[in-house]
């Protein structure tokens, strides 16, 4: 059963074609009305049971210092080196030409 709030198969039951791990999470391959659809099992019954306070306090510190770290590291790249700009749409200490990655 889908029980992901806001799915819109939520609260329907759909036949498991197949299941696959991936990247450490299960993915079930369903039908669904003659299409066939994935559900992380997380947001099947077949998932852990949802948590009744799924943030805390502490979670929320955690994300907030992840933002701040990377709004910071965003600003940090933008500064252009030494003075130079960085608004001509080429990275800095590469020349025109040269492709980096």
Same mark, same amino acid.
């Given at each position: 059963?889908?029980?992901?709030?806001?799915?819109?198969?939520?609260?329907?039951?759909?036949?498991?074609?197949?299941?696959?791990?991936?990247?450490?999470?299960?993915?079930?391959?369903?039908?669904?009305?003659?299409?066939?659809?994935?559900?992380?099992?997380?947001?099947?019954?077949?998932?852990?049971?949802?948590?009744?306070?799924?943030?805390?306090?502490?979670?929320?510190?955690?994300?907030?210092?992840?933002?701040?770290?990377?709004? @910071? %590291?965003? +600003?940090? $790249?933008? !500064?252009?080196?030494? =003075? &130079?700009?960085?608004? @001509? %749409?080429? +990275?800095? $200490?590469? !020349?025109?030409?040269? =492709? &980096?990655?």
């Amino acid at each position: 059963m889908v029980t992901h709030p806001f799915h819109p198969w939520r609260g329907r039951r759909l036949r498991v074609l197949a299941a696959r791990w991936a990247k450490g999470r299960l993915t079930f391959f369903c039908d669904a009305e003659g299409m066939r659809i994935s559900l992380p099992q997380e947001w099947t019954d077949r998932g852990p049971e949802p948590s009744d306070q799924p943030l805390s306090v502490e979670s929320l510190a955690v994300l907030r210092a992840l933002v701040d770290a990377l709004q @910071s %590291g965003a +600003s940090a $790249g933008r !500064s252009a080196p030494s =003075g &130079g700009s960085v608004e @001509s %749409g080429e +990275s800095p $200490g590469t !020349s025109p030409g040269k =492709g &980096g990655l």
